[in-house]
């Protein structure tokens, strides 16, 4: 089995920045590609990032240019570093990993989940 654990969220004002970091333990050989997605109030979970064990990424339109993922294959890490940070960035942000090489859009596709972390924008 395989546990993520995601840290950092907080409430930040606009314009600044905050870094998730999403920690995975147990059978941690099995997962390949890992993810942040992220769900505000009353609206779809959406995907924010991805990036495969090979360290290929993929953004979110609205955070490009925004945020970085990136992982630390040694310390079993992943991590969202966000900046320039908007009041519509306020989510609560998700760690997902599957046992797929290649990363997808569909949240059905991860097979596994962390419990959140919520990131508030607000001056």
């Known amino acids: 089995q395989v546990q993520l654990v995601e840290s950092g969220g907080g409430l930040v004002q606009p314009g600044g920045s905050l870094r998730l970091s999403c920690k995975a333990s147990g059978s941690i050989f099995s997962i390949n590609a890992m993810a942040w997605y992220r769900q505000a109030p009353g609206k779809q979970r959406e995907l924010v990032a991805a990036?495969?064990?090979?360290?290929?990424?993929d953004y979110a339109d609205s955070v490009k240019g925004r945020f970085t993922i990136s992982r630390d294959n040694a310390k079993n890490t992943v991590y969202l570093q966000m900046n320039s940070l908007k009041p519509e960035d306020t989510a609560v942000y998700y760690c997902a990993g599957r046992q797929q090489r290649l990363f997808t859009k569909n949240g059905s596709d991860y097979d596994y989940w962390g419990q959140g972390t919520q990131v508030t924008v607000s001056s």
């Open positions: 990036i495969t064990a090979g360290g290929r990424r």
